[in-house]
């Protein structure tokens, strides 16, 4: 059932909605723009992690070789896009109107911070597991099998306790105010400030994920078949 969110694209909202949400602030749910497209991004994510884990445990009695391309696109989408533009706008933009507006959160908020840098990390062993996996093949995948395990609990905690956390104080204590410079800065991913020629290698680079990952993953070759 979650290849079809994968395969439902990039994060991404009818641009006439995203047009017209901009000025308004929230939608008819009462969810600003800016959770929309966190909302968004994270079930792209959560699409792509879980397409990771199923494919490093279907690879366990074949040449995990074969799959190298379609995992580096994977870390490459998640590098280029969600540690450079995601996560920092999260922190630059969500948390720290969430830390003025309510001090009790500090805690959670340094929390996920510390998830941010950690997360970071991690994608850094799992890229370095992914190249001594190209080197070495099967030997190679209990390390790798290990980092991917590893980064994708880390990713998995830290959207829950965004979304069960975070978002509901956001939208219980921020401002108008607040909410209109967060769902601009999120809002850019698809505005001229960010550029459609950047955000269309984001679809692309999405889309070729979707295409190489076999099926029932994607829309790839049929595992075994
Ligand atoms: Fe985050
Ligand atoms: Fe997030």
Redesign the pocket.
Known sequence: MWVNVMAGGAARLPRHETRARAGTCKDATGMTHAINIIKQEHRNYLALLMCLEHLVADLKDSDPRAHCVLFHAIVDYIESFLDRY??PK?DEYLFRALRERHPDSEDLIRR?EQ??ADGYDLLKELKAALENLEERGGPGMARFAEAAKTYQAHQYD??RA?EMEVLPLARKHLSAADWQEIDAAFTAHDDPLFGDDRRAEYRKLYSKIVRMAPQPYGFGIKQGG
Do not use: S, V
Request: proline fraction near 0%.
């Open positions: 995601h996560h999260e996920l998830q941010h830290h959207m965004e």
